[in-house]
């Protein structure tokens, strides 16, 4: 009788205090700095994507060759 009550406190305890923790992570994903730095995020992630298919989608081919005069400059 005693383990079986022992067993039934324990779950309550995790549960309560798991339901507080994902309230506090849910308060802190919501709130306007996290929220404004995960949107900076992803719009940066959308950037690579774009540009890495831009890349893959242009051939070496149909870039510009170097000139004499871009070859010919030294940096001092």
Same mark, same amino acid.
Request: hydrophobic content about 50%; overall charge positive; proline content about 3%.
């Given at each position: 009788?005693?383990e $079986?009550?022992i067993t039934? $406190?324990?779950?309550?305890? $995790?549960?309560v205090?798991?339901?507080?923790?994902?309230?506090?992570? !849910?308060? !802190?994903?919501?709130?306007?700095?996290?929220?404004?730095?995960?949107?900076?995020?992803?719009?940066?992630?959308i950037?690579?994507?774009?540009?890495? !298919? $831009?890349?893959?989608k242009?051939?070496?081919?149909?870039?510009? @060759?170097?000139?004499? @005069?871009n070859?010919?400059?030294t940096?001092?």
């Amino acid at each position: 009788m005693l383990e $079986i009550l022992i067993t039934l $406190i324990l779950k309550k305890s $995790i549960e309560v205090i798991l339901v507080l923790l994902l309230k506090k992570i !849910w308060a !802190w994903l919501l709130r306007d700095k996290s929220f404004q730095y995960l949107n900076h995020f992803l719009k940066m992630q959308i950037l690579i994507l774009y540009l890495d !298919w $831009i890349l893959l989608k242009t051939s070496l081919k149909s870039l510009p @060759e170097p000139t004499k @005069e871009n070859d010919s400059h030294t940096y001092s």
